[in-house]
């Protein structure tokens, strides 16, 4: 059984950075893809970043150029650096994954994946 586990989270002023990780426990073998996610309180889920199965990545308009995508394989890690945080990022941000092969894009779709962490919340003052 695959388990997601973020951290990282947490309050910053507008303008400032955080950076969130995602530690994935119960994976047998690579590649995989992993994104992340973010809701607010009874709205749907939208996708943030995402890495394929070979590597290329993929944001969403909001975050491009503020936010980095990174994953260490060996160590079974997804980062999320965010820059230039806006209150508008201010949501409970998902840690996302599933098992794929090179060929797999990146996606933002959160029906393309399987496993979820807990969330961490970001929040951003202004």
């Known amino acids: 059984q695959v388990q997601l586990v973020e951290s990282g989270g947490g309050s910053v002023q507008a303008g400032g950075s955080l950076r969130l990780s995602c530690a994935a426990f119960?994976?047998?073998?690579?590649?995989?893809?992993m994104a992340w996610f973010r809701q607010a309180p009874g709205k749907e889920r939208e996708g943030v970043a995402a890495?394929?199965?070979?590597?290329?990545?993929r944001y969403a308009d909001s975050v491009k150029g503020r936010f980095t995508i990174s994953r260490d394989n060996a160590k079974n890690t997804l980062s999320l650096q965010m820059d230039s945080l806006k209150s508008e990022d201010s949501f409970m941000y998902y840690c996302?994954?599933?098992?794929?092969?090179?060929?797999?894009?990146?996606?933002?779709?959160?029906?393309?994946?399987?496993?979820w962490g807990q969330g961490t919340q970001v929040t951003v003052s202004s």
């Open positions: 890495i394929g199965g070979d590597g290329n990545t």
């Open positions: 996302a994954a599933r098992y794929c092969t090179v060929y797999f894009a990146a996606s933002l779709r959160q029906s393309d994946y399987n496993y």
């Open positions: 119960g994976y047998t073998y690579s590649p995989y893809c």
